[in-house]
């Protein structure tokens, strides 16, 4: 007889979700009497410096392009097509949107690249935590950047060939970066 199943003990295998004819109803444990959810303390509260920037990594073949910033926080700082999603648009698509806003790309999502957290980054008082989401992107048509308000330069480049300290806002995903582009 196979072992019971218990719904407190995750992750459950495949096997046992199926053993005896088929997947099995389980409900969460329900807490114990006075272990109830308790309300967070101020170490728990959300953290209101939180920032989320979409962004997205076009590759073009071995390449993936970057751009130069107009705005803060990365002024004249070589970064990805990145910005602020809009209330009720997804991650993914607000990173299309920029492509799009700040180079005149149209771009299609292929994966997630990573989500890059970057404690104290920002400039203005109090510090801003930064939490990127970063997708992996290809161009719908090839056609070439142009220069906006926003993007005042762009370049394709080789993340595997580049120095951390000449684009320090990329740091922390040049290796994910280097190694999407041999894919």
């Known amino acids: 007889m196979p072992e019971r199943l218990d719904p407190g003990r995750l992750p459950f295998s495949a096997r046992e979700l199926t053993a005896e004819g088929g997947p099995k109803r389980m ?15 101020p170490a728990e509260a959300a953290d209101p410096t939180l920032q989320v920037l979409a962004a997205i990594a076009i590759r073009r073949a071995d390449r993936i392009l970057v751009i130069r910033e107009e705005d803060e926080p990365n002024r004249h700082s070589w970064v990805l097509p990145q910005g602020y999603p809009r209330r009720g648009e997804t991650l993914a698509d607000a990173a299309c949107r920029e492509a799009f806003e700040e180079v005149g790309l149209d771009v299609q999502v292929e994966r997630l690249l990573g989500v890059y957290d970057d404690l104290g980054r920002g400039t203005p008082p109090p510090p801003v935590r930064w939490v990127t989401v970063c997708f992996l992107g290809r ?3 090839d056609r070439a950047p142009v220069a906006t308000r926003e993007a005042i330069d762009s ?24 190694r999407a582009v041999r894919e």
């Not at 006075?34 to 967070?40: D, E, H, I, L, T």
């Open 139 to 141: 161009l719908v048509r």
């Open 155 to 178: 370049a394709w480049i080789d993340p595997s060939n580049v120095d951390p300290a000449s684009m320090p806002a990329l740091r922390p995903m040049l290796a994910d970066l280097a």
């Open 27 to 41: 409900s969460p444990r329900a807490p114990r009497a006075g272990q109830g959810p308790r309300p967070p303390g």
